[in-house]
């Protein structure tokens, strides 16, 4: 376990299967603190995957997403535990999560991947998400990835490209991005 210096939690963001909760539970272990999968918080909070509530309705998805990381990100003092948190791939489109993201006071981490390689990891889990359900999954994919690409750029403090890294790895360039900039260490 090592130290924290200016301690302050993590949320990884990035694409479905950009290896968030993988490289999570990696640095967690190093830090010595909790690592906490967004989506299986809602699961547990809610009795349903988060593919069952957006099948049932995107807003109450959203919704619930929202409650779930309301829960771990306490807005005023005294500040909760130190921890790292992996979201869901498309909390970026959540405007009420991540209104809560830019109040609290957490380093915001970009794990990047390539519209491709996304593509063929989600592909690997059947059946497909349900906001894939589309004519042309493919490329309905491609243009919310690049979208969605845009806009964590934007709202992240580091990014860390990703493409073909094992967690070990971006964890290890997370730890070596966050010396570089002490303010961002959690």
């Known amino acids: 376990m090592h130290s924290l210096a200016n301690p302050r939690s993590i949320l990884l963001t990035g694409p479905k299967h950009a290896g968030k909760t993988s490289t999570g539970r990696v640095l967690a272990r190093y830090w010595?603190?909790?690592?906490?999968?967004?989506?299986?918080?809602?699961?547990?909070?809610?009795?349903?995957?988060?593919?069952?509530?957006?099948?049932?309705?995107?807003?109450?998805?959203?919704?619930?997403?929202?409650?779930?990381?309301?829960?771990?990100?306490?807005?005023?003092?005294?500040?909760?535990?130190?921890?790292?948190?992996?979201?869901?791939?498309?909390?970026?489109?959540?405007?009420?999560?991540?209104?809560?993201?830019?109040?609290?006071?957490?380093?915001?981490?970009?794990?990047?991947?390539?519209?491709?390689?996304?593509?063929?990891?989600?592909?690997?889990?059947?059946?497909?998400?349900?906001f894939l359900n589309t004519d042309n999954p493919q490329e309905t994919h491609k243009a919310l990835h690049q979208r969605r690409a845009a806009a964590y750029k934007t709202c992240a403090h580091i990014g860390i490209q990703a493409e073909a890294k094992g967690a070990e790895q971006i964890a290890t360039e997370i730890i070596r991005a966050l010396r570089l900039f002490p303010e961002r260490m959690p």
């Not at 948190?85 to 957490?106: E, F, H, P, R, T």
């Open 32 to 130: 010595g603190i909790d690592c906490i999968d967004l989506d299986e918080l809602i699961e547990r909070k809610t009795g349903s995957s988060p593919r069952n509530l957006y099948t049932q309705s995107p807003e109450r998805f959203r919704q619930a997403e929202t409650e779930a990381l309301k829960s771990l990100i306490p807005l005023k003092a005294p500040p909760g535990p130190i921890r790292v948190i992996a979201a869901g791939g498309g909390i970026i489109d959540n405007a009420d999560a991540m209104a809560l993201v830019k109040q609290a006071d957490l380093v915001v981490i970009y794990l990047e991947v390539s519209a491709d390689t996304a593509w063929k990891r989600i592909c690997k889990t059947k059946p497909l998400p349900p």
